[in-house]
């Protein structure tokens, strides 16, 4: 089992910066890609950000040129930064571990609000 605990959502300006950070705990031995996904009020849930072992990342979209992930193997942590916040990226975030069993499983942290608005 794998526990994930989130940190560092809010409320802040558009145009403004947040940086989520996810600790794992547990059989972290086991997690392979790690990542972020948000969800908004009636839309479904949807990937941000990922990163593997290696450091291999994937950026949606919507987060290009603005989110940045990272990962630190040895504290078993990822962070989420994300800068020229908007409107739109107002949602839940939550973190993500996915192990390395075929098929993989997936753990979820509790999830973070975080609010784009003036």
């Known amino acids: 089992q794998v526990q994930l605990v989130e940190s560092g959502g809010g409320l802040v300006q558009p145009g403004g910066s947040l940086r989520l950070s996810c600790a794992a705990s547990g059989s972290v031995f086991s997690i392979n890609t790690t990542g972020w996904y948000r969800q908004a009020p009636g839309k479904q849930r949807e990937l941000v950000a990922r990163?593997?072992?290696?450091?291999?990342?994937t950026v949606a979209d919507s987060g290009k040129g603005r989110f940045t992930i990272s990962r630190d193997n040895a504290k078993n942590t990822w962070n989420l930064q994300m800068n020229s916040l908007k409107p739109e990226d107002t949602a839940v975030y939550y973190c993500?571990?996915?192990?390395?069993?075929?098929?993989?499983?997936?753990?979820w942290g509790q999830g973070t609000q975080v609010t784009v608005s003036s």
């Open positions: 993500n571990a996915d192990t390395y069993d075929r098929p993989p499983r997936s753990y």
């Open positions: 990163i593997t072992s290696g450091g291999s990342t």
